[in-house]
């Protein structure tokens, strides 16, 4: 395919987009930029404070209404497309962050998940970071909570409190 074909092809399927993928694309690329930064350069016990409170080995699906839903869908495809762009790390953890950052700036309930595959050769790790808003998934694929065991869950403070009482 030649160059201007490849232009024409990506343009095309960014006027597919919604608007507030298109308006939130460079913002996502750069918390997923800012966020693998921090990974690299912060052990996890500094970073896992701005995550929330760490509920432990569960998975809480925070209630959303429809439009929070419909954000959260939508912040999901928008950190997809920035991560595809990514020339820095931009795996799931990165992108786990980002959403959440913008799911707060949305004001859309968000837990981060950290978990590990529920089936996996012996003496293999795999670990995988997603995030949850009721019954959606905006980073790390719908199948996360039947294929992993979630080890911490991360929530705001006033979620983890109110879950508390």
Known sequence: MSRTGMIARKLAVAGRQPPFVLLWLV????LIGLSSALITLLPFR??????????????HRP?????????????????????????????????????KALC??????CAVILGIERERPAGELRAHAWTSCGD?????????????????CFVPARVAAALQR
């Open 63 to 99: 209630a959303a209404s429809p439009e929070q839903s419909a954000r959260a869908r939508l912040i999901g495809r928008t950190v997809s497309i920035a991560a595809s762009y990514a020339p820095f790390r931009s795996n799931c953890l990165p992108q786990a962050m980002a959403a």
């Open 27 to 30: 913002p996502a690329w750069l």
């Open 104 to 109: 707060v700036l949305w004001r859309v309930p």
């Open 136 to 152: 959606v998934v905006p980073t790390g694929g719908s199948h996360c909570f039947a294929t992993h065991v979630p080890l911490s």
């Open 46 to 59: 500094r970073i896992a404070p701005w995550l929330g409170v760490n509920l432990g080995a569960t998975a």
